[in-house]
């Protein structure tokens, strides 16, 4: 069965950190593109990082927002996706979502809340 | 970035009706590999959204045939041929061809 399982979300500070995680099974992660994409009711869906898999060699890309603050990686052996978020602003207040191109559905997300 | 800009942005649908979303991006959306990445989204309500087409029109697995989706260039429509209760949600246009990949901004369905 194909499986994405988000955890890391929480309650924190602006200014503070976390680190997302995502742990999939089912399909061929090492290979797999794989993506955080958020969701806000305010900016609705949004793109954060992606990180290309093994044949594309792994490199990442960031949006804006993101770019700087986020640092996208993943454990092939772990078949395990993180994100890591320094710097955080309430801005950053959403959804979290792991994602990949090669399945079409999505983890049930991990909240993130930035607030003082 | 691109925009995808939907409309309507609400759309309230009779039981057995069609429907019909349309999604236009502010540049073309094919990539060099001669692909159009466009794709369509369901979210239900409480759930994380699911992709339904891929490509332009390529139908996810297990997704109802009464879901097709079309269009080029510029323009693109995901139609229902008949709404069932299950369809409320919203729906979301994504192109992926570009960089950053951008969404709409979502269509609610409701039923009538």
């Known amino acids: 069965e194909v499986q994405l399982v988000e955890s890391g979300g929480g309650f924190v500070k602006p200014g503070g950190s976390l680190r997302l995680s995502c742990v999939t099974s089912?399909?061929?992660?090492?290979?797999?593109?794989m993506n955080w994409v958020r969701q806000t009711p305010g900016k609705g869906l949004e793109w954060v990082a992606r990180?290309?898999?093994?044949?594309?060699?792994?490199?990442?890309d960031y949006t804006a927002p993101a770019k700087g603050r986020f640092t996208i990686s993943r454990d092939d052996s772990r078949n395990t996706l993180y994100l890591q978020m320094n710097s955080l602003k309430t801005e950053d207040t959403a959804i979290y979502y792991c994602?990949?191109?090669?399945?079409?559905?999505w983890g049930r997300g991990t909240l993130v809340t930035v607030s003082s | 970035d691109v925009v995808m800009t939907q409309s309507p942005l609400s759309l309230p649908v009779t039981l057995g009706q069609p429907a019909s979303i349309s999604c236009r991006s502010s540049?073309?959306?094919?990539?060099?590999?001669?692909?159009?990445?466009l794709n369509w989204f369901q979210q239900r309500p409480g759930q994380s959204p699911r992709r339904l087409i891929y490509?332009?029109?390529s139908r996810d697995s297990g997704v109802p045939d009464r879901f097709s989706g079309s269009g080029s260039g510029l323009d693109f429509t995901l139609k229902i041929s008949r709404v069932e209760a299950e369809d409320v949600g919203v729906y979301y246009c994504?192109?992926?061809?570009?960089?950053?990949?951008?969404f709409g901004q979502g269509t609610k369905l409701e039923i009538k």
């Open positions: 994602t990949t191109d090669d399945i079409p559905t």
């Open positions: 089912g399909f061929d992660f090492t290979y797999a593109w």
């Open positions: 990180i290309k898999g093994k044949a594309g060699g792994g490199t990442s």
């Open positions: 540049q073309g959306l094919v990539f060099t590999d001669g692909n159009t990445y």
């Open positions: 490509k332009v029109s």
């Open positions: 994504m192109q992926g061809t570009h960089w950053p990949r951008t």
